[in-house]
Structures are given as structure tokens and as C-alpha cells.
């Protein structure tokens, strides 16, 4: 349950959040997609964090890549608990650099299935998009 301005949040059917008021349930479709995005991965080592953070601001599918060291994995993968100490990228983009970004990423990341995770910015204190 997540509390947003006035809406509570109080389900979501598919990608379709579904808001409470006081009074009645209202379906909301965000129809306008978030203009910037925060994408998050990871990977070992940082020839190959810098290697895809360099690729990533080169062929302009992010304005800035921040590369934290030290990060501790858990994960669950073909049912064993796999540890790991990885960097994770930061990567600031727009809605319309992510297709490309995620081609990118998938290309150069060593394992078959890079975790790839979106969100979406509402406000940030000045907006640079990708150019």
C-alpha cells in the first residue's frame, strides 16, 4: 500500500494502480509516461561497470552513469542463493533513450539475464535530458 498526494494505493490490476478515496474506488491510468527514468543494474567488476558506463554516455542513451563499488548480492537463481559483491550503475535517461539503453546494456553485460530495473523521476532539480 503506498500513499500518493491525496490517493491511497490500494491495488494494482496488471500496471493499472487502482486509488481510494473517502467515498469511492476510482480507476487511474497514468496515460503520460515519465518523461526521465532512473535505471538501475549491476555487475562484477569495474572494467566491466566502466566499460558499459562509458558506452552508455558515448552513444548519448543517458545523460550520467554513477557507479557504487562494494554493493552485496543475494539472489535466488536456478533455485541456489547466489552471493556476490558487484558495482551497481546509477544511469539518469529519458523515456525515449531506454529501448536503446536496454539493447546496450543486455549487449555488453557478462551474464545472460541482466537484472534491469526502471523508475520512473517526478521531480528532480533540473532536468537534463539525454541529447
Known amino acids: 500500500m503506498f500513499i500518493c498526494e491525496k490517493w491511497l ?3 494494482c490490476i496488471g500496471k493499472i494502480p ?4 473517502k467515498n469511492r474506488d476510482y480507476l487511474k491510468i497514468m ?3 515519465p518523461s526521465h527514468l ?7 567488476g569495474s572494467i566491466t561497470s566502466k566499460k558499459i558506463a562509458n558506452e552508455i554516455v558515448a552513444q548519448k542513451l543517458g545523460t550520467s552513469v554513477r557507479i557504487l563499488n562494494n554493493v552485496n548480492s543475494f539472489s535466488l537463481w536456478v533455485g541456489k ?3 556476490a559483491d558487484e558495482q551497481l550503475l546509477l544511469i539518469k535517461t529519458t523515456s525515449d533513450a531506454y529501448e536503446g539503453l536496454e539493447k546496450c546494456i543486455t549487449r555488453l553485460h557478462p551474464h545472460e539475464l541482466p537484472e534491469i530495473i526502471s523508475v520512473p523521476i ?10
Open 31 to 33: 496515460a503520460k509516461k
Open 18 to 21: 487502482v486509488f481510494k478515496t
Open 9 to 11: 494505493i490500494v491495488q
Open 81 to 83: 542463493v547466489e552471493k
Open 122 to 131: 517526478s521531480t528532480s532539480l533540473k532536468d537534463k535530458p539525454a541529447k
Open 38 to 44: 532512473l535505471v538501475m543494474t549491476s555487475c562484477k
